[in-house]
C-alpha cells in the first residue's frame, strides 16, 4: 500500500503521519476539545456554523429567520456581534444572568425555537457560549484571527469497511498562530456509501470505492480522501500499461482491488473511436479492411488518421459552441440567424483543422477586436464579402473563417459584463460563479468581490458598429429605391405579352441579379452597423451589481484567487492580463479546464464530475494524472491533438464496456469502458447512415442538403419551436430527434455543460420504434435496405450488410440463424430486411457508444 | 357567504415541524410523510389554463351593486351554492356550484412578470414557485413533472400528458416533461406514432414480436448497468404503449359517444377537455389543457372583445362542467384535482369598448374542485369593485403547497438541478388554504 502511496502527491505528508492502510481500530488522537476562553471569531462564529444557525435555511438567510439574522457561514463576524449585542432590546445576551440570555435559552430549546433544540445544557459547546457571555462578550480583533490557512489530515487514507479513524482541522491565523479547530469544524461525506463522518470527526469504512470528505471552518472548505478497498478475492491481473495514464489508473484499482476488464475487441473499438472522434459510424468497407488488417500498431494508425480527418473538427467545433454557446435567445433577432451562428461554428472548424494551439485559440476569442489592426477598407471588404454570401444564402460561408479573431463572441448579448464574466470563467476555467452575483457562494469559496473584481477585466468591450451618416443614409435609402423601382420594371416588361420566352427568362434573371444587390447593400449596411464594433473602449467603468440583496461594486482589477489587485496600463487591453494569467504555466483552472472536459468526452465521466465545476470542493479522482495530463498538455504547447491522442492510445480508454465481478461496483475510477448514449446529433447522423437516409435544410441555415448533423451549428433552425419573428422555419426532419434526444439549446442563459441531455426517455423509445420518417427512412425505396436486397441476394449476405450498417460488426452465429429464420419467413425480401434494420436500430447497442 | 371549513383536522406544515423538529429545517417524521403519500386524498390532477387573465368580475366574482362599468355587460345568476352568483354565461357552472370551490383571494403579486404575460407569470401558477427567464432561477417544473417524478402512474401510460405548449423544459429533465398532443394537428408526431393506419399496425405488432423474440439471441450489452436498465425500461414502456390500446384509445376521440361529446361543447378546445377526462379515466396521474393558448384570455378593447368573452366563458362553463360531471359520475372526482385559472385576473373598469378590461394582477378567480378540495365553497372576497383582495390572502405558493398536500406530496423536499443544487419542491413557506380542503 505504502508503494502505491509514494505515487501520489501529498504522499509524503501521509507516510509522516503514518498513514498506512487502517484495517481496524482508529488513531490515537485526542477527541477533539474546545478552549477554555473561546474569541467570538475565532470559536464563537464557528461553533454557530457547527450548530447550523447561520446557514441559508436557519438564520443565514437574507432575511435572518423570525427577526435575528447572521450572516450566511459566519462571514462578518463584526456584523453578527453587533447583532447579537445590540438587536432585540439586548435580551439576546443577558450579562447578569447569562444562562438566561435568549440566545441560549433558544438554542437549548428552553424557550421555543423553531429551529429546533441545538445544544444541550451544560455541555460543552454550552459552556463555551456562557462563558464568553459571562466575559462580557468581547469581539476580539477580527484582524489577528483572519484565517490564512486550513488543513485536514490525513490528507489521504486507506480504509477498510467498518474501521474508521479521526480528522483533524488545523487553522492558522494571522497572527501567526496555529489551533486545532476540530471540534468548531463540520464535516461531510461526499459518498456516504464509501465513507461516512460524523460531526465528532470520526470516519467509517462503509463499502468499496474512494470518497471525498469535507471539511468547513468558518465557512472554508478544506478537502482530504478516503480509500475503501474491496475483498481482494483473486491476484490483480496482468496488464500492459499503454502510458501514463494507464499506470494512475491501475495503481488506484489496485488499491481498491478491482480488476480492470479486458482491453475491447478491434471491430468494437473502430466503432468507437470513430464515434467519438468523428462522430461517425464506420462504413462497411473500412470495418472489413480495418479487420484483415494485422499490423500490430493498427490501433494508433488509426487514431491518428481519424484525429486528422474532417470529422473530428467538426465535431469538435460542435463541441465548443456546446461550451461557448453562440446562440442567444430566441428572440433575439441578430443572433438567432443562422448566418452568424454558423460563422461562429465555421471560424472553430477552421481553427480546429489548422490545429492552432488551444491558448492561442482562447486568446484570438477573448482579446478579439473587429478590426484587428487593419485598415478600414480592409474591414468594409470583409463585410462586403459577408454580406454577398448572407444575401446569396451561401453555403459555404468562407470570409469570417478566415478571421484572426472570433468578435462574434463579443457581439452575443451579455457577452461581457458581470454576466458575460460568469460565462468565461464557466468556459475557459470551468467554474460556477453564478450564486456570486448576488451574494458569498454558498456552497464554493467565491465572494462576490472575487467575481466583482474579476469582472472588470471585461468590462472596457465596445460593441455597437459604425453608423452611416444621415448623408450616406439618404444616398443609400435612394439607391435601394431606384434598384426596385428596376426590378420592378424589368419583372414588368418580362410579364408583357409580346415577349418572347427567352428574353423574358433575361429579363427575369437580370431582375433577380439586381435585387440581390439590393439585399447585399442592405445587409452590408447591417453589417457595418454591427460588425465593426468590438474593440477596447478608452472609458473605465466598472463592475456592479444590484440585486434583491442589495448593491455591490468593484473598483479593483483581481484575478480569479488571487489575493492582490492588479492595475492595467492606461492603454492596454485588460483582457489581455486574464489571457497572460490563463497561459501562466501554473494556473489552477485553465488547462484543467479543457483537459478534464476532454478527458470526459472520451471517459464518461471527468477527473472532476461534474467536468465544469472545477471547485475546491469537488475534488478530483485522480488528482496525479490530473496534474500529468495538465503538465504534457502545456509541455506540448496546448496542443489539443496531443491531448485527444494521448488519451486515446491509452489501455483505460481501450477497455472493455463488460464489467466484471469484482468491479460491479465502480463507477468513477475506470475499471471499464463507461457506456453512453449516442450524442442527439451522433445519432442523427447515425440513422442517416444506417437507413441510407440524409437531411435537408431550410435556405437559412446556410448549410448544403445533405449535411451532416454534426456540422449544423447553433440552435434555432433544427429546433421545432421557433418563433415567427425569426423567419425561420423548423428544419425538416432531424429537428424533432434532435430536441428529443437533448441536443443543448447553446444558450447562455443556461450555463452548464449537463445542458447537453444524454438522459433516456419514453418518448425517445417511441421515436426509434415509431416515429413516421424515421419509418419513411426505413422503407424507403432509394435506401439502405432496398441497395441490400438489390445487391446481394444471399440471405445470410443481407443481414451481414445490415449489421455492418448498423451495429458495425458482424452477426454472430445466433443472430445469423435467427434473422435468417425470420428472412425464410418473410413474404418479401425486402420487407424481411427493413425488419431486420428496423430491430436493430431499436438495440441498445446502436444506441449506445460501448 | 365565505364557508369557513371547521372540519379540517390535518396536521398543518408548522404541526408538521413541532412533531419531527429535532433536526434542520425541513425535516419532519418520516412515517408521517410516509402515511400520507402512501393514501393521498388526489392521485390525479387536470390543469385547465386560462392563459391571458380571465375576467374574475364576469365570471366568478360578480359585482352587481358596483358601477355599470365595473359591474361590466353580464348579470349574475344565482347557483346552487347558496350566496353564490356567477355570470349568466356560465348557466352550466351555476348548477355544478355544488362541486367546486372558488378561491377570490389568491393571486401572484410581486412575482416574475406580474400582470403581463411573460412565461414568468404562467410558471408562478404553474409551478407554485418564482421562475424568472431572465435570471438564473432553476427551471422549476410543472406540477405535472414533479408527480411524474414523485409519484409515477402506470408503466403503459405517459406520466404527464399536455394539450398545447406549455414550455416543457425543466430542472428535472427530458424524462419528466410531459408529452404533447397536437388534436387538432393531423400530422402530430405524438399521435401518428401512437395510433398509427391499421396497415402500420400490423407492421409495428410484428415488429415489436420479433424485437421481443430476438432478445434471447441479440448479443447483449451488460444489463446491470444503470444506463441499460433504464434504456431497457423506457423501450419496454414505448412497446407497452404502443402495443396497450388504452393510450390510443383514450386519445381518440370518435370512440367517445356523440351525445357524451357535445356536452364539452363544440370548440377545439372544448375537445381538449374531453380528451383530458379520458385520459384521466385511462390513468394518466396529469393533463394539462391550454383552454385557448398561451393569452386567449385576453381581452383588451376592440371590435370583438364583446363577443370573445362571450365565446370564450360559454365554452369554458360548458366543457368545465361537463367535466366535473363526467368525474363524478366515475367516481373519479374524489381523487382528481381539478384547477381552472389564469395568470392574473383584469381590471375593475373596461379598457375601451363594452366587455374589454385590462390586465390586473390584484385580484383574479380561480377555480378548484375534487381530490379532498370542499364542494360548493368560497374562499376570500375582493372589495366592492373586485380590485383588491379584502380577507384570506394567499399567494401561489400556498396554492400549490394546497395540491401538494393534497397529493400527498412533501412540498418540502429537495429534488436536484443537473448541477445537483437542491430545489424545494416549493420553495417559499407559505399557509394551506384551509378553508377550501374538505
Known sequence: ?850 | MRHGCTSFQNLTRRDFFRIGGVGLFGLSTPSLLEARAANPRARQMIILWLGGGPPHIDMFDMKPDAPAEVRGPWKPIGTKLQGLQVSELMPNLARSADKYTVLRSVNAKGYPDEGQHGAGAAWSWLTANRRDRRSNSPKFPAYGSVLAKVRPGPADLPGFVTFGDIGRESYLGPAYEPIEFKLDDPADRLTTMLAPAPMDITALDRRTELLKSAEQHLRRLDKEEPLIAGLDRFQQQAVDLLRSPKLREAIDLKREPTKSAERYGKGAQCRRVLAARRLIEAGVPCVHVQFHGFIGWDFHGGQGTFAKAVQLISEFDTACAALLEDLEQRGLLDSTIVYAGGEMGRSPKPESTVGSRNHWNDAQSILVAGGGFRRGCVVGATDKNGAYVTDKHYTVASLGRTFYELLGIDADQELYTPDKRPVKIVGEDAPLIQEALA
Open chain 1, 1 to 850: 500500500m505504502i508503494r502505491t502511496c509514494l505515487s501520489w502527491t501529498g504522499s509524503l505528508f501521509a507516510l509522516l503521519l503514518g498513514a498506512g492502510e487502517i484495517v481496524a481500530g482508529e488513531s490515537n488522537l485526542p477527541a477533539p476539545s474546545l478552549p477554555s476562553e473561546p474569541l467570538f471569531s475565532r470559536h464563537i462564529v464557528p461553533l454557530f456554523g457547527r450548530l447550523g444557525c447561520n446557514a441559508g435555511a436557519c438564520h443565514g438567510a437574507v432575511q435572518g429567520k423570525n427577526g435575528f439574522r447572521l450572516s450566511l457561514f459566519g462571514a462578518d463576524p463584526a456584523s453578527d456581534h453587533e447583532r447579537l449585542r445590540r438587536e432585540f432590546g439586548g435580551r439576546r445576551l443577558n450579562f447578569t444572568d447569562p444562562a438566561q440570555s435568549l440566545l441560549l435559552l433558544k438554542a437549548t430549546g428552553q424557550v421555543p425555537h423553531e429551529g429546533g433544540k441545538r445544544l444541550l445544557v451544560g455541555g460543552a459547546e454550552y459552556q463555551s457560549i456562557l462563558g464568553w457571555i459571562a466575559r462580557g462578550a468581547p469581539l476580539d480583533p477580527l484582524d489577528k484571527s483572519k484565517l490564512t490557512g486550513l488543513l485536514l489530515t490525513p490528507e489521504q487514507q486507506t480504509l477498510r469497511p467498518g474501521a474508521s479513524y479521526r480528522l483533524q482541522v488545523l487553522a492558522t491565523f494571522a497572527d501567526g498562530s496555529q489551533e486545532d479547530v476540530t471540534a468548531l469544524s463540520t464535516f461531510e461525506s461526499r459518498d456516504g456509501a464509501v465513507a461516512t463522518v460524523s460531526l465528532e470527526a470520526h470516519v467509517q469504512g462503509m463499502g468499496p470505492g474512494s470518497a471525498a470528505l469535507l471539511a468547513r471552518f468558518r465557512g472554508q472548505p478544506v478537502v482530504s480522501r478516503v480509500f475503501v478497498p474491496a475483498e481482494a478475492k483473486a491476484a490483480f491481473p496482468e496488464v500492459k500499461e499503454h502510458n501514463f495514464i494507464d499506470r494512475h489508473v491501475l495503481d488506484r484499482l489496485r488499491q481498491l482491488h478491482w480488476h480492470p476488464a479486458e482491453l475491447c475487441d478491434d471491430v468494437t473499438f473502430l466503432r468507437r473511436v470513430s464515434l467519438d472522434v468523428t462522430g461517425a459510424l464506420p462504413p462497411p468497407d473500412e470495418i472489413r479492411a480495418y479487420s484483415a488488417d494485422r499490423r500490430a500498431d493498427k490501433r494508433n494508425r488509426k487514431i491518428d488518421e481519424l484525429l486528422s480527418r474532417p470529422d473530428h473538427a467538426a465535431l469538435w467545433a460542435t463541441k465548443f459552441c456546446d461550451i461557448l454557446k453562440p446562440h442567444y435567445r430566441e428572440d433575439d433577432r441578430f443572433f438567432s440567424e443562422g448566418a452568424q451562428v454558423r460563422r461562429f461554428y465555421e471560424w472553430f472548424r477552421t481553427r480546429l483543422q489548422e490545429n492552432v494551439p488551444y491558448d492561442q485559440i482562447v486568446e484570438r476569442i477573448l482579446t478579439a477586436t473587429s478590426a484587428e489592426g487593419r485598415t478600414k477598407d480592409e474591414v468594409l471588404k470583409e463585410l462586403e464579402a459577408m454580406a454577398l454570401e448572407d444575401a446569396a444564402f451561401s453555403t459555404d460561408l468562407k470570409a469570417y473563417a478566415s478571421r484572426r479573431t472570433l468578435d462574434l463572441y463579443w457581439l452575443r448579448p451579455n457577452a461581457g459584463g458581470v454576466p458575460g464574466t460568469i460565462q468565461i470563467a464557466h468556459a475557459f476555467l470551468g467554474l460556477r460563479l453564478q450564486c456570486a452575483e448576488c451574494h458569498r457562494h454558498p456552497t464554493d469559496v467565491w465572494q462576490q468581490d472575487d467575481l466583482l473584481s474579476f469582472a472588470n477585466f471585461f468590462m472596457r468591450v465596445g460593441r455597437g458598429g459604425e453608423k452611416p451618416s444621415p448623408a450616406e443614409q439618404k444616398q443609400q435609402a435612394e439607391e435601394t429605391k431606384k434598384l426596385t423601382e428596376q426590378v420592378k420594371k424589368l419583372r414588368d416588361q418580362a410579364k408583357a405579352k409580346d415577349v418572347a420566352k427567352d428574353e423574358s427568362d433575361r429579363l427575369l434573371a437580370e431582375a433577380a441579379d439586381l435585387e440581390k444587390k439590393a439585399g447585399m447593400a442592405a445587409r452590408f449596411n447591417y453589417l457595418r452597423s454591427t460588425f465593426t464594433g468590438v474593440a477596447p473602449a478608452a472609458r473605465a467603468s466598472f463592475a456592479s451589481v444590484s440585486s434583491s440583496l442589495g448593491k455591490a461594486d468593484s473598483k479593483t482589477f483581481r484575478l480569479l484567487g488571487a489575493a492582490t489587485a492588479v492595475t492595467p496600463a492606461p492603454d492596454q487591453d485588460p483582457r489581455e492580463l486574464v489571457v497572460a494569467w490563463m497561459r501562466k504555466t501554473d494556473n489552477p483552472y485553465f488547462a484543467k479546464a479543457i483537459v478534464n472536459r476532454v478527458w470526459a468526452h472520451y471517459m464518461g465521466r471527468g477527473i472532476v464530475d461534474p467536468p465544469d465545476d472545477l471547485s475546491p470542493l469537488n475534488p478530483p479522482t485522480h488528482p496525479e494524472l490530473l496534474d500529468e495530463l495538465c503538465r504534457g498538455f502545456i509541455a506540448s504547447k496546448y496542443d489539443l491533438k496531443w491531448l485527444h491522442r494521448t488519451i486515446l492510445v491509452s489501455r483505460t480508454y481501450q477497455q472493455s464496456s463488460q464489467a466484471n465481478a469484482s468491479s460491479r461496483a465502480d463507477a468513477a475510477h475506470y475499471s471499464r469502458f463507461a457506456l453512453r448514449r449516442l450524442p442527439a446529433e451522433v445519432l442523427v447522423d447515425a440513422i442517416n447512415h444506417a437507413t441510407g437516409g440524409s437531411e435537408t435544410y431550410p435556405a437559412v441555415a446556410y448549410v448544403p442538403p445533405g449535411t451532416r448533423a454534426i456540422e449544423v451549428p447553433g440552435d434555432a433552425i433544427v429546433r421545432s419551436r421557433v418563433p415567427a419573428s425569426t423567419g425561420i422555419q423548423a428544419a425538416a426532419t432531424s429537428g424533432y430527434a434532435l430536441e428529443l434526444f437533448g441536443r443543448p439549446r447553446r444558450d447562455s442563459s443556461n450555463l452548464c455543460d449537463c445542458d447537453r441531455e444524454g438522459a433516456p426517455s419514453l418518448v425517445q423509445g417511441l421515436y426509434l420504434a415509431a416515429f413516421p420518417d424515421l419509418l419513411r427512412k426505413v422503407g424507403n425505396p432509394q435506401g439502405r435496405a432496398a441497395q441490400i436486397v438489390k445487391d446481394h441476394a444471399d440471405d445470410a449476405r443481407r443481414i451481414e450488410e445490415v449489421f455492418l450498417w448498423t451495429l458495425a460488426r458482424l452477426p454472430t452465429a445466433s443472430e445469423q440463424r435467427f434473422f435468417r429464420e425470420h428472412l425464410q419467413k418473410s413474404p418479401s425480401g425486402q420487407q424481411g430486411v427493413e425488419d431486420v434494420l428496423w430491430l436493430l436500430l431499436n438495440t441498445r447497442e446502436f444506441l449506445l457508444n460501448h
